[in-house]
């Protein structure tokens, strides 16, 4: 047994696979990846606080295993400019463990995940997202996915867990919130961007998904 933490410090990983010993050794990749903006974020919401994925399940993923195989070429190659190359193939492993986490998972359970498999929400979701401006209503939403206002309503409270509107306005304080970390746009700038055309609507709205006032947002100290 040799802990984690003394292959860290530099000690040399005695089970680190070669030729001769692929039946007995182990590798470990570690990396980690900084989020921003995932306050009102649903992916980052809707994922578990552990998300364990194999590339050798049966019937796994293929681009899973496919962008795992090409890491482990590179890894294996020390080639000039291998450690981008890696950084970039294990950016690509996590957007594969996430999307064979959303394809192979059972959970029928009311959120953001079943939304994306249901064809109708998962439209209405696409353009809610695409166009965050845009003056929604239940009634238009379901015109665009051809089905009564009433019926979409239904299934996509029961669907996401929330309904249509309480979507579209957190989605938009979501982009709000980018917007005001991300650019130089004022307040009235960023209101009409989702969609607001009063000011003081667009600020308590924001306050109370985000707990600071959009001039306060904008000051924090950022972590």
Same mark, same amino acid.
């Given at each position: %047994?040799?802990?984690?933490?003394? @292959?860290? !410090?530099?000690?040399?990983?005695?089970?680190?696979?070669?030729?001769?010993?692929?039946?007995?050794? /182990?590798?470990?990749?570690?990396?980690?990846?900084?989020?921003?903006?995932?306050?009102?974020?649903?992916?980052?919401? /809707?994922l578990p606080p552990l998300l364990h994925t194999s590339v050798s399940r049966p019937g796994g993923f293929l681009s899973l295993s496919g962008v795992a195989d090409l890491l482990v070429q590179e890894v294996n190659r =020390?080639?000039?400019?291998?450690?981008?190359?890696?950084?970039?193939?294990?950016?690509?492993?996590?957007?594969?463990?996430?999307?064979? =986490? @959303?394809?192979?998972?059972?959970?029928?359970?009311?959120?953001?995940?079943?939304?994306? +498999?249901? $064809?109708?929400?998962?439209?209405?979701?696409?353009? @809610? =997202?695409?166009?965050?401006?845009?003056? &929604?209503?239940?009634?238009?939403?379901?015109?665009?996915?051809? @089905?009564? $206002?009433?019926?979409?309503?239904?299934?996509?409270?029961?669907?996401?867990?929330?309904?249509? %509107? !309480?979507?579209?306005?957190? &989605?938009?304080?979501?982009?709000?919130?980018?917007?005001?970390?991300?650019?130089?746009?004022?307040?009235?700038?960023?209101? %009409?961007?989702?969609?607001?055309?009063?000011?003081? !609507? #667009?600020?308590?709205? #924001?306050? +109370? =998904?985000?707990?600071?006032?959009?001039a306060a947002w904008r000051k924090r100290e950022q972590p």
């Open positions: %047994m040799l802990p984690f933490e003394a @292959i860290k !410090a530099g000690t040399g990983n005695v089970f680190q696979p070669n030729e001769t010993n692929r039946g007995r050794s /182990a590798s470990l990749v570690c990396g980690v990846f900084l989020l921003h903006d995932t306050r009102l974020n649903p992916l980052f919401a /809707a =020390h080639m000039l400019g291998s450690g981008y190359v890696v950084e970039r193939f294990l950016e690509l492993l996590c957007a594969e463990s996430i999307r064979s =986490h @959303i394809e192979s998972s059972s959970d029928q359970s009311a959120g953001w995940l079943s939304g994306l +498999r249901d $064809p109708v929400v998962s439209r209405a979701i696409a353009m @809610i =997202h695409s166009q965050p401006g845009k003056n &929604w209503s239940v009634k238009n939403l379901a015109r665009q996915v051809a @089905i009564s $206002p009433s019926r979409f309503a239904a299934r996509f409270t029961s669907t996401l867990g929330e309904s249509p %509107m !309480a979507y579209v306005t957190k &989605w938009r304080m979501y982009v709000a919130g980018r917007l005001l970390d991300n650019t130089q746009r004022s307040i009235d700038q960023v209101a %009409m961007n989702v969609g607001y055309e009063s000011v003081a !609507a #667009f600020s308590r709205t #924001f306050k +109370r =998904h985000l707990g600071l006032p959009p």
